[in-house]
């Protein structure tokens, strides 16, 4: 990793892909490809020479990793992808520069002081999983050289973020063995800012994080979307005054500009400033996350998360074939770790669709020129094929959907859920919405239905109005770690 942060985010976009080419060679020839039990193996299979990758754009012709790949070989060998160095692969595959140090150390201070060193960096220490909401969970495991890379890369969110010392941070993300909680926590440890993590409503309530914000007074808050929108909601009917926020930064979901909006009005209603409201993306794999720059806030567009390039590649290719695209077009996401240790992943495929692709351009607001991935991200595996009458089948992007509901000025909170007819799994699927109207608000069911019809074609069985409180248990905003906002019932219908 580049130390000089400040400098590295001014380098030009061909000297940070040069580095990439370096890193990446480095990486596949002294550690992934020797060290990881699955890539070892994979690359034998296949008769790929590893010395034959020179660059990044070597890259298109290696296999994807994906999320089955992952499951199948960890439930055959749970270290399959952790790298697990033996003095024999060092001896074979390290360069002379990498094995000196180690020599000169048995040969001063011994064996169990290289034993120290190798442990250092390669032994794993801690984990995170994935939720295990579409697939099993799987966990990521990270080594003490892995906590130093997520302090690093939360130390630059802060940084591309704005935050200082300055600030009073509540990490309102749930306490969990998940990437963003942890992110978030060791940010502020990195950082030198204050952060009090509460562990969100499931750890202290609702209740208990309110008087925690009116005790810290705090700058910035950091959370769900949905729960920190929940949180202020609460707040302001307790009619509390919390001007001092100015930030509040959303993680694990994503933010339509509708939801942002919202939130500052929020926050002005509680007596402050319209604050800055920037998103940030990561996922279990990449062990890190990313944020957007705080420029791209107030109604302006997205300034898209600033990545690392001296930390990992980027591609995006095409969903169907596979192909990389290039620069600015859209496609789904593939991650590759340039200098990992504990679980690595090369050429995952995250199941993440973005439009827009990556930009290489000095960003227009903070003038960085890192990379940047467009915001504008969705899930593949919420397009979903649902047969809407018994005979036809219907493709729907239930991210359209969900965009368009959480865009709606009018409607306070909502949920979608795809079921099948009478519980009868040989029935047809049933789409149902619920929603709270925000208070005032004059909205009727048709319309709901008509605005959903009109974007996708597609019309909704049933729409039911609830109040808020019953929507809030639906949603599981207080106990669950991730909201539950589009339900696919149908695997239950019973036989």
């Known amino acids: 990793m580049i130390s000089n942060w400040s400098r590295f985010t001014a380098w030009p976009a061909r000297e940070m892909k040069r580095l990439q080419d370096r890193l990446l060679v480095d990486f596949l020839r002294e550690d992934l490809v020797p060290f990881s039990s699955y890539y070892a193996k994979l690359f034998d299979e296949q008769d790929i020479d590893v010395d034959e990758i020179n660059a990044v754009?070597?890259?298109?012709?290696?296999?994807?990793?994906?999320?089955?790949?992952?499951?199948?070989?960890?439930?055959?060998?749970?270290?399959?992808?952790?790298?697990?160095p033996t003095a024999d692969l060092i001896r074979a595959h390290w360069p002379l520069a990498r094995k000196l140090p180690l020599l000169a150390r048995k040969l001063f201070k011994g064996e169990a002081d290289v034993k120290r060193v190798l442990e250092k960096e390669y032994l794993p220490i801690f984990m995170?999983?994935?939720?295990?909401?579409?697939?099993?969970?799987?966990?990521?495991?990270?080594?003490?050289?892995?906590?130093?890379?997520?302090?690093?890369?939360?130390?630059?969110?802060?940084?591309?973020?704005?935050?200082?010392?300055?600030?009073?941070?509540?990490?309102?993300?749930?306490?969990?063995?998940?990437?963003?909680?942890?992110?978030?926590?060791?940010?502020?440890?990195?950082?030198?800012i204050f952060m009090l993590s509460t562990g969100g409503g499931k750890t202290i309530g609702?209740?208990?994080?309110?008087?925690?914000?009116?005790?810290?007074?705090?700058?910035?808050?950091?959370?769900?979307?949905?729960?920190?929108?929940?949180?202020?909601?609460?707040?302001?009917?307790?009619?509390?005054?919390?001007?001092s926020i100015n930030t509040i930064v959303l993680g694990a979901e994503k933010v339509p500009p509708g939801l942002k909006e919202r939130l500052s009005d929020?926050?002005?209603?509680?007596?402050?400033?319209?604050?800055?409201?920037?998103?940030?993306?990561?996922?279990?794999?990449?062990?890190?996350?990313?944020?957007?720059?705080?420029?791209?806030?107030?109604?302006?567009?997205?300034?898209?998360?600033?990545?690392?390039?001296?930390?990992?590649?980027?591609?995006?290719v095409e969903p169907e074939t596979g192909?990389?695209?290039?620069?600015?077009?859209?496609?789904?996401?593939?991650?590759?770790?340039?200098?990992?240790?504990?679980?690595?992943?090369?050429?995952?495929r995250t199941g993440d669709y973005c439009e827009g692709g990556i930009t290489y351009g000095p960003c227009p607001h903070c003038g960085k020129t890192l990379p940047?991935?467009?915001?504008?991200?969705?899930?593949?595996?919420?397009?979903?094929?649902?047969?809407?009458?018994?005979?036809?089948?219907t493709l729907v992007d239930l991210n359209h959907i969900a965009s368009l509901l959480s865009d709606a000025s009018e409607i306070e909170e909502w949920q979608l859920e795809i079921s099948k007819l009478n519980d009868d799994?040989?029935?047809v699927d049933?789409?149902?919405?619920?929603?709270?109207?925000?208070?005032?608000?004059?909205?009727?069911?048709?319309?709901?239905?008509?605005r959903i019809f009109d974007a996708t074609e597609v019309a909704l069985n049933k729409v039911e109005v609830l109040a808020l409180p019953e929507m809030v248990a639906k949603l599981g905003l207080e106990t669950e770690l991730k909201e539950k906002r589009i339900i696919d019932r149908r695997a239950e219908a019973k036989k």
């Open 266 to 316: 929020l926050v002005v209603r509680l007596g402050g400033k319209p604050p800055r409201v920037v998103g940030t993306y990561g996922f279990t794999e990449a062990k890190m996350a990313w944020s957007e720059c705080d420029g791209g806030t107030q109604g302006r567009e997205s300034s898209g998360y600033h990545l690392y390039p001296d930390m990992e590649i980027i591609e995006i």
């Open 128 to 192: 995170t999983a994935t939720t295990g909401r579409a697939a099993k969970p799987v966990s990521f495991l990270y080594t003490r050289a892995d906590m130093y890379r997520l302090r690093t890369a939360g130390r630059r969110t802060a940084d591309v973020i704005g935050l200082t010392s300055a600030d009073r941070c509540i990490n309102l993300f749930p306490y969990a063995p998940h990437l963003a909680f942890w992110q978030v926590a060791f940010a502020g440890f990195e950082s030198g």
């Open 206 to 243: 609702t209740a208990g994080n309110i008087r925690a914000m009116e005790k810290v007074k705090p700058t910035c808050l950091l959370g769900v979307p949905s729960y920190v929108y929940h949180i202020l909601r609460c707040a302001e009917k307790e009619g509390l005054k919390l001007s």
């Open 430 to 450: 049933v789409m149902t919405l619920s929603f709270t109207p925000v208070a005032g608000a004059r909205i009727e069911p048709k319309e709901i239905s008509r």
């Open 57 to 84: 754009s070597d890259l298109a012709g290696l296999p994807f990793t994906t999320k089955s790949d992952l499951i199948a070989a960890l439930d055959e060998d749970p270290l399959a992808f952790v790298l697990r």
């Open 425 to 427: 799994p040989s029935e």
């Open 372 to 393: 940047r991935l467009s915001s504008n991200i969705t899930r593949l595996s919420n397009v979903k094929d649902v047969s809407l009458t018994k005979v036809k089948g």
């Open 323 to 348: 192909r990389v695209v290039g620069e600015g077009e859209s496609g789904e996401i593939v991650y590759t770790s340039l200098d990992g240790r504990g679980t690595a992943v090369l050429r995952y």
